[in-house]
């Protein structure tokens, strides 16, 4: 049995070469579907269901630094043409994205590239680094700068060390925060600190990473039967009743989300992976813990099969949709729980996962994935297929080591460690 996350399970179909000839299809297939988001000066495009640029939505920073990141990943995979892609990525994050008055970056640009929203949030540096960091990892130029850069940022601006996790959010001269707390952008900090840190080198950012992991899931989730608080005060107490009128929302809905308890489950391993013999005792039950939790009552809770959106305190679906980017992280998380302990369980629910996607989520008539299945009658979360970052994801993990992770992984098979 293996321990380290090292490699696959024998039995396993991510050990199966037939499967992973399918996963690297499949990850053409999607990167085939979003390279029409690329090219842009103001970066990557927002995908309407035909893949298709849509109009009506502004340039994000967020799709531009996930899209920069998936097309690094792709030319450390030997993709031609994701080189370019990526360049034209770093450009965008480089030229009118940046705020090079104030320092940091724009969330997002007006048709004539002007900045449309100046706010500066942690959840869209969080993924400049991403972005930077797979670009580096990439060899792209002028991506070790960004990189350095944006870690800088983000060590001034959002990093609390009396806090041990990161501020949310502040206007753009960095002169008021936000008076909240927020545990999706901190966990996407940790994934931007992972990267970092097998990129550079520089242990300070799994120092980090772990802090985040230990107060918002060895603390808040543990303490909470694992249903992980998404919004707090400025003092880290829970908001349980935020958002309760805007339930749908796109990142930060109503009451806790299954999908990102099995992101963390993924995070914490490769944490624990990264961290080797100085990993502390309780990142892998705290994974299991996460996962268990995610598919006793957020999978089907209603009867149907698939994970709901978002789940209230008594455990009741609150958003029932089923959105693509839950089933993908359900599909990461379960390929890292076999890889990390060879429990057939966790391969019978990572085959039920791709079960999932086939029948249900990949479009296989206007390309990438449906990226929201309504139930009911509520408000649709989101429009269109804004990118492929969540689903790319999940057809390379199944066959990388939990350590070092992607970009760096990619970069270590090239032989250019």
């Given at each position: 049995?293996?321990?380290?996350?090292?490699s696959p399970?024998?039995?396993?179909w991510?050990?199966?070469?037939?499967?992973?000839?399918?996963?690297?299809?499949?990850?053409?297939?999607?990167?085939?579907?979003?390279?029409?988001?690329?090219?842009a000066?103001?970066?990557?495009?927002?995908?309407?269901?035909?893949?298709?640029?849509?109009?009506?939505?502004?340039?994000?920073?967020?799709?531009?630094?996930?899209?920069?990141?998936?097309?690094a990943?792709?030319?450390?995979r030997?993709?031609?043409?994701?080189?370019?892609?990526?360049?034209?990525?770093?450009?965008?994050?480089?030229?009118?994205f940046?705020?090079?008055e104030?320092?940091?970056?724009?969330?997002?640009l007006a048709?004539?590239?002007?900045?449309a929203?100046?706010?500066?949030?942690a959840?869209?540096?969080?993924?400049?680094?991403?972005?930077?960091a797979?670009?580096?990892?990439a060899?792209?130029?002028?991506?070790?700068?960004?990189?350095?850069?944006?870690?800088?940022?983000v060590?001034?601006?959002?990093?609390?060390?009396?806090?041990?996790?990161?501020l949310?959010?502040?206007d753009r001269?960095?002169?008021?925060?936000e008076?909240?707390?927020?545990a999706?952008?901190?966990?996407?900090?940790v994934?931007?600190?992972?990267?970092a840190?097998?990129?550079?080198?520089?242990?300070?950012?799994?120092?980090?990473?772990?802090?985040?992991?230990?107060r918002?899931?060895?603390?808040a989730?543990?303490?909470?039967?694992?249903?992980?608080?998404?919004?707090?005060d400025?003092q880290?107490?829970?908001?349980?009743e935020?958002?309760a009128?805007?339930?749908?929302?796109?990142?930060r809905?109503?009451?806790?989300?299954?999908?990102?308890?099995?992101?963390?489950?993924?995070l914490?391993?490769?944490?624990?992976?990264?961290l080797?013999?100085?990993?502390?005792d309780w990142l892998?039950p705290?994974?299991?813990?996460?996962?268990?939790?995610?598919?006793e009552?957020?999978?089907?809770?209603?009867?149907?099969p698939?994970f709901?959106?978002t789940?209230?305190?008594?455990?009741?679906?609150?958003?029932?949709s089923?959105?693509?980017?839950?089933?993908?992280?359900?599909i990461?998380?379960?390929?890292?729980?076999?890889r990390?302990?060879?429990?057939p369980?966790?391969?019978r629910?990572y085959?039920?996962?791709w079960?999932?996607?086939?029948?249900?989520?990949?479009?296989?008539?206007?390309?990438?994935?449906?990226?929201?299945?309504?139930?009911?009658d509520?408000?649709?979360v989101w429009?269109?297929?804004?990118?492929?970052?969540?689903?790319y994801?999940?057809?390379?993990?199944?066959?990388?080591?939990?350590?070092?992770?992607?970009?760096?992984?990619?970069?270590?098979e090239?032989?250019?460690?």
């Amino acid at each position: 049995m293996t321990t380290t996350g090292d490699s696959p399970q024998s039995g396993s179909w991510t050990s199966l070469p037939a499967h992973r000839a399918w996963l690297d299809a499949e990850g053409e297939r999607l990167l085939a579907f979003a390279e029409a988001a690329g090219g842009a000066a103001s970066g990557f495009a927002w995908l309407d269901d035909d893949g298709r640029p849509d109009p009506a939505q502004p340039p994000q920073l967020w799709i531009t630094a996930r899209m920069t990141h998936v097309f690094a990943l792709a030319c450390l995979r030997g993709r031609p043409g994701a080189g370019p892609l990526v360049d034209s990525g770093l450009a965008a994050l480089a030229g009118p994205f940046r705020d090079a008055e104030h320092g940091g970056w724009y969330s997002s640009l007006a048709a004539d590239g002007a900045p449309a929203a100046t706010d500066k949030s942690a959840y869209d540096h969080a993924f400049v680094v991403l972005a930077a960091a797979s670009a580096t990892a990439a060899g792209r130029p002028g991506a070790a700068e960004l990189l350095a850069e944006a870690l800088s940022v983000v060590e001034q601006h959002f990093w609390s060390a009396e806090e041990g996790r990161g501020l949310e959010s502040w206007d753009r001269t960095w002169t008021e925060p936000e008076a909240y707390r927020g545990a999706n952008s901190n966990m996407h900090t940790v994934e931007a600190f992972l990267t970092a840190a097998a990129v550079t080198g520089d242990d300070r950012w799994l120092t980090r990473a772990l802090s985040i992991a230990e107060r918002l899931v060895h603390r808040a989730a543990r303490e909470n039967s694992w249903r992980l608080p998404e919004h707090f005060d400025p003092q880290w107490q829970p908001l349980p009743e935020y958002n309760a009128d805007r339930k749908n929302d796109k990142f930060r809905p109503y009451g806790s989300t299954p999908g990102h308890w099995l992101e963390w489950s993924r995070l914490l391993l490769h944490l624990e992976a990264a961290l080797g013999a100085d990993a502390p005792d309780w990142l892998l039950p705290d994974a299991r813990s996460l996962f268990d939790a995610a598919v006793e009552v957020g999978w089907a809770p209603d009867g149907e099969p698939g994970f709901v959106y978002t789940l209230d305190w008594a455990d009741r679906p609150v958003v029932a949709s089923r959105l693509h980017w839950v089933l993908t992280e359900a599909i990461g998380a379960a390929a890292a729980l076999v890889r990390r302990t060879g429990d057939p369980g966790y391969e019978r629910w990572y085959r039920t996962f791709w079960d999932e996607a086939a029948t249900r989520f990949i479009d296989r008539e206007h390309g990438s994935w449906v990226h929201e299945l309504p139930v009911g009658d509520a408000d649709a979360v989101w429009s269109g297929k804004p990118d492929v970052y969540h689903a790319y994801q999940a057809t390379l993990l199944p066959q990388l080591p939990l350590a070092p992770v992607l970009a760096a992984a990619l970069r270590q098979e090239l032989g250019d460690d």
